[in-house]
């Protein structure tokens, strides 16, 4: 019988599964999964039952808008309800972190639509994967008065603004509504979240 037959199969340790979760994330690999695995486990107190208190704590209570999509512990979001913001404006972005992107910079008082990614050929998401479908029913039953496409220069990015615009001009009050999209300041390819708060205020500001 060979030695390599019958050979029991190691499970994972707790450890290897805490590597594993943490390289999963973004922007983690093994290598850097493992150390903090490590500064985690040596640091109980301080890191790792913080930590596990925050995550319990974030997966207990927030959770997803039914307006716009954002995340809080509030349905509608804070910025939903907020009675300062400016209805008849909708921000069109693809994520929660260009929300954030936007909103530090100060320079956008009006509500906000999160599509949940944008249209890619090469990864199959289509316009049914998106909520696009949930833009047009509050353009309906609402008193818009401009769309803005914050959509990343990108090409993925611009094939589902034109999209949404083409869906949106079928629309019967689409005369009245402004469809804008951000203009100076956003480069050809670059995402929103890795610019600069100066950078996405200026696009905000001078939108076409």
């Known amino acids: 019988m060979s030695a390599f037959q019958h050979r029991p199969q190691r499970e994972d340790s707790p450890l290897d599964q805490l590597i594993r979760a943490l390289a999963s994330l973004p922007g983690l690999g093994p290598r850097s999964a493992r150390r903090i695995a ?9 890191a790792l039952n913080h930590l596990t208190q925050a995550l319990t704590l974030a997966a207990d209570q927030i959770k997803p808008c ?3 999509g954002n995340l ?9 309800a907020a009675p300062d913001r400016a209805r008849g404006q909708i921000c069109v972005v693809a994520g929660v972190s260009d ?9 956008y008082r009006g509500q906000y639509h999160i599509l949940g990614g944008l249209l890619s050929a090469l990864d199959g998401v289509r ?8 833009l047009i029913d509050r353009v309906n039953g609402g008193t818009t008065t401009e769309i803005i496409m914050a ?21 019967p009050n689409t005369a009245e509504i402004k469809i ?12 929103l ?12 500001k001078s939108r076409l």
């Open 99 to 107: 929300l954030w992107a936007i909103e530090r910079t100060g320079a």
């Open 38 to 46: 490590l500064h985690l486990l040596s640091r109980r107190d301080t």
């Open 151 to 171: 959509l990343s220069a990108t090409v993925d990015g611009q094939a589902t603004a034109h999209i949404i615009a083409d869906r949106l001009n079928h629309l």
């Open 72 to 80: 809080d512990v509030t349905d509608p979001c804070r910025i939903c």
């Open 180 to 191: 804008s999209r951000l203009a100076h300041g956003i480069p050809v390819g670059g995402d």
């Open 127 to 134: 316009p049914e994967d998106l909520t696009i479908h949930k």
């Open 66 to 68: 039914n307006t716009c």
């Open 193 to 204: 979240d890795y610019l600069d708060d100066g950078t996405i205020a200026t696009a905000m």
